[in-house]
């Protein structure tokens, strides 16, 4: 797929661009992203991927939690940010009870890519039954390990996961297992950086790490918290990246090549 950006011929990124930037040693820069003006600077200042996150049911719709936002919000804000970039990747969120069986995952991702513009499908848990069902027909799939905001009601808090042996080897297990079900990418949240190391060079499959280390294959954090503008306490994962910079395109600059250059996250951003 190419599109027009000032006038010359951009190509927006595919799966197998993201897969060869792992093998070449590159890292990923990804943001998340909920609408044209965001997702377009992001663009412009050549972030990679751009996550349609269910964060948005907190930073766009002021929600406790995800497990309110609906798939019409996820197609409506996907929709938004496909429409205004050129070459990043997209990949959008599979909100809460929306993958309950391989049938209803397949028919809600469909909508995600053909209403909403979306290249990937994320789903948070070791799911790989649905994984394996939306690969054979076509939906690229990245996993989603590690700490998992849509199971808040399970675990109570948000706090950094795989910290014993026997868990960092169920996330290990897992992630192997996801990949082996045919997910091509993996995000990994709040996870002890020394496991996020071991998991990206177990896996062929880049890994996304958000509060997971400097070692994973790329970086994601949620856009609203590396501006300084998220409702509520910062997590200590996340810089604010608005500190030094004059402008917002110039914080979105600042990142991507902090992560280019592996100099985000520092120890101070891992746990
Ligand atoms: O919803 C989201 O923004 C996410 C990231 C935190 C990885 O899943």
Do not use: W
């Not at 609408?35 to 663009?43: E, G, V």
């Not at 200042?45 to 751009?50: M, V």
């Not at 790989?128 to 990245?142: A, M, N, Q, S, Y």
């Not at 910290?163 to 949240?189: F, N, R």
């Amino acid at each position: 797929m190419n599109q027009t950006l000032y006038g010359s011929m951009v190509k927006t990124l595919t799966v197998t661009d993201l897969a060869a930037m792992k093998h070449r040693g590159e890292k990923i820069s990804c943001l998340t992203a909920y609408d044209a003006s965001f997702s377009a600077l992001c663009d412009q200042a050549g972030i990679d991927i751009l996550l349609v996150g269910d964060s948005l049911g907190m930073v766009i719709q002021g929600q406790q939690t995800t497990l309110p936002v609906t798939m019409d919000n996820m197609i409506y804000h996907t929709a938004c940010v496909a429409r205004a970039r050129h070459r990043a990747f997209i990949i959008a969120d599979l909100p809460f009870m929306s993958y309950p069986t391989p049938v209803i995952a397949a028919q809600n991702a469909a909508q995600l890519m053909q209403q909403g513009g979306a290249q990937m499908v994320k789903l948070e848990g070791a799911k790989p039954d649905i994984v394996r069902f939306l690969v054979e027909h076509g939906i690229p799939v990245c996993g989603h390990l590690g700490l998992l905001p849509q199971q808040i009601n399970h675990t109570g808090v948000y706090k950094v996961q795989g910290k014993s042996l026997a868990d960092a080897d169920k996330i290990l297990s897992d992630a192997l297992q996801l990949q082996q079900a045919g997910a091509s990418l993996l995000v990994l949240e709040c996870v002890p950086a020394s496991l996020a190391k071991t998991i990206s060079h177990e896996l062929s499959i880049p890994v996304i790490g958000i509060g997971a280390g400097v070692e994973c294959d790329g970086q994601v954090l949620v856009l609203y918290d590396m501006l300084g503008i998220a409702l509520g306490k910062k997590p200590r994962f996340s810089k604010n990246f608005m500190q030094d910079a004059s402008s917002i395109s110039e914080a979105i600059l600042a990142y991507q090549n902090a992560v280019k250059q592996q100099q985000f996250p520092t120890p101070d951003h891992s746990f």
